[in-house]
């Protein structure tokens, strides 16, 4: 059964760097702070949940995603991101309906498994 994309209640795209990469994380955070209306989460030094890299995520609305995931497109300084919707499936949002901007890195798909079975 497919999914109505109006179950999708935002969207979320973690940008992952390391200590070499950080700089220019930091400037694609810049970026999207000055141009877009989107949520910025904290800087995670370490991996965390399902994310096997250092990360911040950035939260923004559907509407949206037509402005923000091209931006990310031809400014991401070579760094990977996952861009995934928020539906409620965690484990589905973050693999069978996501997109990987550069490499798709191996998520904790274990950690995800347990967050779906415990909500």
Wanted: proline share 5%.
């Amino acid at each position: 059964m497919k999914e109505d994309t109006f179950e999708i209640t935002g969207f979320h795209a973690h940008v992952y760097f390391d200590t070499t990469s950080r700089e220019a994380a930091a400037r694609v955070r810049e970026g999207l702070a000055a141009r877009f209306d989107v949520q910025l989460g904290r800087w995670h030094d370490k991996p965390i949940g399902p994310h096997p890299k250092a990360m911040y995520q950035v939260a923004f609305l559907p509407e949206h995603f037509g402005t923000v995931v091209p931006w990310l497109m031809l400014n991401r300084d070579s760094l990977d991101i996952l861009v995934h919707p928020t539906t409620g499936h965690d484990l589905a949002d973050h693999t069978d309906h996501a997109l990987w901007l550069g490499e798709k890195l191996e998520l904790n798909l274990e950690f995800l498994q347990q967050v779906s079975t415990t909500s």
